[in-house]
């Protein structure tokens, strides 16, 4: 079956090329520098130039950039290795991933364009 167009939420098949995925890695750690930790995230994101934004604290930062890659599993796999792999050479500090999400660019686009949703009330399902 050929990829649909207008298909919202991704694609149920694909051809196997690579895939644009945006990739939001969350961690933490002991409190530092804030200083040192923003000025490690800009080495990052010259070392690793798909990175869109980053945000940090003392104890804790944010990254969201965009990876290359044929499905989710090797997507998530690229990205839970990502900080490990620049830690040295960009002076990150030494904290643990604590969340990942990975997302398709049809779903990203949708939720940029989409009215924010109403909070998810625990126990019940509900429609965006």
Known sequence: MPEREDRPWGNAEHDGAGRMWHITLTL???????????????RLAHEHPFLLAGRYAADHAEVRYWEEAPNLHDAAAIALRLWGEHRQSANLPPW????LEVVDRPTYQKRASSPAPLPVRPGRVQPF
Request: charged letters at 35%.
């Open 28 to 42: 933490a750690g002991k409190a530092g520098d804030p200083d040192d930790v923003r000025q490690a995230l800009e």
């Open 96 to 99: 643990e991933l604590i969340g």
